[in-house]
């Protein structure tokens, strides 16, 4: 209750309701483009297509149409929605995708909320998000390293809303991130480089950033150096 009252008492004062309103309330396509070549990104939806039949998630009319579909359009998203409603299934004879992604098989949460009011929020090393997780940073700062953490099979949906406040997502290699948002006089930046992973989760991001920035990013690439310092530490040299 008091993450809505907030939400609605600054959507009123952003003179722009019905905007606002649908950003945080409804599912909003909107997709950027794989950058796999076109046939591998067609082989990987038909893989998933399979994947699903086999595990009756399809009927064998549907799976045939989609596959015929699949086949004749070189549209990336025709493509995309031939399996957005089926859930993503891994191939235990091939994980070179989801390799670095570990997954939480067990019971998963299904709503959590992070409130970040005049402090901060910290969230990484191995943890379990929830199913859909609301942000609300407040003249305050959420930090969420995905790096190490257990995520449930299909989409983890993360709603933010950052009033004069930031929020920073690390999202490891091997997870496909789904973002939008609208900025007000604020920032929605995505640092990702573009891929498709039909093996791996989808990290679902929406928001409103009202003088305030989100910033999603992979993790920073460790220096030689600082490998070759935890490896004196490990040998019990002190520096």
């Not at 609605?8 to 945080?24: E, G, Y």
């Amino acid at each position: 209750m008091l993450f809505k009252g907030i939400r609605v008492l600054f959507l009123t004062a952003a003179a722009n309701q019905r905007m606002l309103m649908v950003v945080m309330d409804e599912d909003i396509s909107y997709e950027h483009p794989p950058m796999l070549p076109l046939p591998k990104f067609r082989e990987r939806v038909v893989e998933q297509l399979k994947l699903n039949f086999a595990h009756n998630n399809i009927e064998v009319d549907e799976f045939e149409r989609r596959v015929s579909l699949a086949h004749e359009s070189d549209d990336r998203q025709v493509l995309g929605n031939l399996i957005r409603d089926l859930p993503v299934l891994r191939d235990e004879e091939n994980q070179e995708y989801s390799s670095s992604v570990a997954w939480n098989n067990g019971r998963v949460k299904r709503d959590d909320t992070m409130l970040a009011l005049l402090s901060g929020v910290e969230r990484r090393g191995p943890w379990s998000p929830a199913r859909n997780t609301r942000v609300l940073a407040l003249m305050g700062g959420v930090d969420l390293d995905f790096t190490d953490a257990k995520f449930p099979p299909g989409t983890t949906e993360i709603e933010i809303v950052c009033l004069l406040g930031g929020v920073e997502m690390v999202v490891p290699e091997g997870v496909n991130v789904d973002i939008s948002g609208i900025p007000l006089i604020g920032g929605f930046e995505n640092k990702m480089e573009y891929d498709y992973y039909p093996d791996g989760p989808t990290l679902k991001i929406r928001g409103f950033a009202l003088l305030g920035g989100v910033e999603v990013r992979p993790p920073r690439k460790r220096k030689k150096s600082d490998r070759h310092r935890k490896r004196r530490r490990g040998h019990g040299r002190i520096e």
